[in-house]
């Protein structure tokens, strides 16, 4: 395996210097495991003696949608349960009859399924979780279904609503029984978190209520509304647990127990599936910036600053962690980082 761990080591402190974020977790393996990692920076500003550690809870944001919604979908697929090109309507009475009865899973996984594109929850539907629901599945399009790709948080709440209609549980136990557990992942769990958790969590953006920077509450306003357990954020997790699921895609055999899905689900999400739609997207997952398709390198990011890589060519996936929001939500220079450290990672 290939990679130059020293310029990724340099990059990673510059970015500490230049304050893209306060620090950052990092590794590249394959399916055996870790083959090289490291850490960079502090985890609070505040408190500059505690450094950053290996085992640092990061909020995950968007890393959410593979984690909860992509794992447990597919389960649900590979159960028979799920017709990925069926229309909801068909078969989910909640949008039957509605615009999004028309749409299928595999249109809100490719992000082709017209949705409105910003969530706006609280302005749209209130405070009230079923009216959430209800005003969200309920909702008309922004465009008929598969004439475009354009990413929105609401495929990812949509597929976790059906999730938990499909299976009878909420999708934090559903997640946790079918996917992290079998895994092996012990510190991935919605927040809020308990407190011996919390500690080691790096804080993110500042609270204006109470001018504290949060830790272990998701920072995102649409998972806070829905008290933590959403499609769209609010799962904490660890550099080791993340290993774990992307050497499970890799190699099944590495699974302490076979989790919901497996290798055809991690086939077809890692395949093209937007045809000659641009930008190209598999199910959740798209080729990371500056590859071509054919270089089979798909990511996934986290606004907080999470992001995760997958090779199944290459056998190689990489983690960089960062909670970048503690200093901006400026996305330009992590962007930057980010898409070095795939270079690197990649070579």
């Known amino acids: 395996m290939t990679y130059d761990s020293d310029r990724i080591e340099a990059l990673l402190d510059e970015g500490v210097r230049d304050k893209v974020y306060p620090g950052a977790v990092w590794a590249i393996g394959d399916a055996t495991g870790i083959h090289v990692q490291g850490t960079t920076g502090v985890l609070d500003p505040d408190e500059p003696d505690v450094p950053m550690r290996a085992d640092t809870v990061f909020d995950a944001a968007s890393l959410t949608k593979i984690l909860a919604v992509w794992s447990s979908i597919g389960a649900l697929w590979e159960d028979g349960v799920l017709d990925l090109d069926q229309p909801l309507g068909g078969f989910w009475p909640e949008v039957t009859g509605h615009p999004l009865g028309t749409v299928t899973a595999r249109q809100l996984l490719t992000h082709t399924a ?15 979780q079923d009216g959430i629901r209800r005003g969200v599945l309920h909702e008309q399009l922004h465009r008929p279904p598969g004439e475009a790709v354009e990413y929105t948080d609401r495929a990812a709440l949509i597929l976790g609503y059906l999730a938990e209609h499909l299976s009878g549980h909420t999708l934090d136990e559903l997640a946790a029984v079918r996917i992290w557990q079998p895994l092996g992942m012990r510190s991935t769990r919605f927040g809020p978190l308990p407190d011996e958790m919390a500690a080691r969590c790096a804080p993110t953006e500042l609270d204006q ?21 959403c499609g769209i954020a609010g799962v904490f997790t660890d550099l080791d647990d993340l290993a774990a699921l992307l050497r499970y895609m890799l190699d099944t055999s ?21 045809g000659a739609l641009a930008p190209v997207r598999g199910l959740f997952w798209h080729p990371a910036p500056g590859t071509d398709p054919v270089d089979e390198v798909w990511v996934h990011y986290g606004f907080t600053g999470t992001g995760m890589w997958i090779s199944p060519r290459q056998g190689r996936w990489a983690v960089l962690l960062t909670n970048k929001l503690y200093y ?12 070095t450290f795939r270079e690197l990672a990649f070579i």
């Not at 209520?209 to 357990?229: C, E, K, M, P, Q």
């Not at 901006?328 to 898409?339: A, K, S």
């Open 114 to 128: 017209g949705l409105p594109l910003r969530a706006q929850l609280k302005n749209l539907y209130g405070t009230n």
């Open 209 to 229: 209520d109470t001018d504290t920077h949060l830790r272990g509450t998701a920072h995102d306003f649409s998972a806070r509304l829905l008290r933590g357990v």
């Open 254 to 274: 590495t699974a302490p127990e076979r989790p919901g899905f497996g290798p055809a689900w991690t086939a077809a999400s890692l395949t093209v599936q937007t």
């Open 328 to 339: 901006t939500r400026d996305r330009q220079p992590l962007t930057d980082v980010r898409n």
